[in-house]
């Protein structure tokens, strides 16, 4: 330590400190108001097409779903009657070894 030197500063002038402070934050509210401004031009130019796009994407859900309905319904009906089918084809044959 005795070969430590000691760096002393000069107290700070809080006048000084509080001017520079208020010009820098100035001018970052100045750029902060621009950047929300030009957020908000964008939001806007751009609101338009992201509308029609979420529109479309339901729209397309939409009868994608509708598709799969009428498919699933396609395949019920045909997977029932095919079991039916056979229930009564048995039950012929059953009848028919009988006699």
Same mark, same amino acid.
């Given at each position: 330590m005795d070969d430590a030197t000691i760096i002393q500063y000069p107290l700070l002038n809080t006048d000084n400190l509080n001017d520079?402070?208020?010009? +820098? +934050?100035k001018s970052i509210n100045e750029i902060s108001l621009d950047c929300l401004k030009l957020q908000k031009d964008s939001?806007?130019?751009f609101q338009p097409l992201w509308a029609q796009h979420i529109k479309n994407s339901v729209d397309n859900y939409l009868a994608f779903q509708d598709k799969m309905t009428v498919l699933y319904n396609q395949i019920c009906i045909g997977y029932y009657k095919t079991n039916y089918d056979i229930?009564?084809?048995k039950g012929k044959e059953k009848e028919g070894s009988r006699i």
């Open positions: 520079y402070y208020r010009q +820098t +934050t939001m806007n130019a229930k009564i084809n």
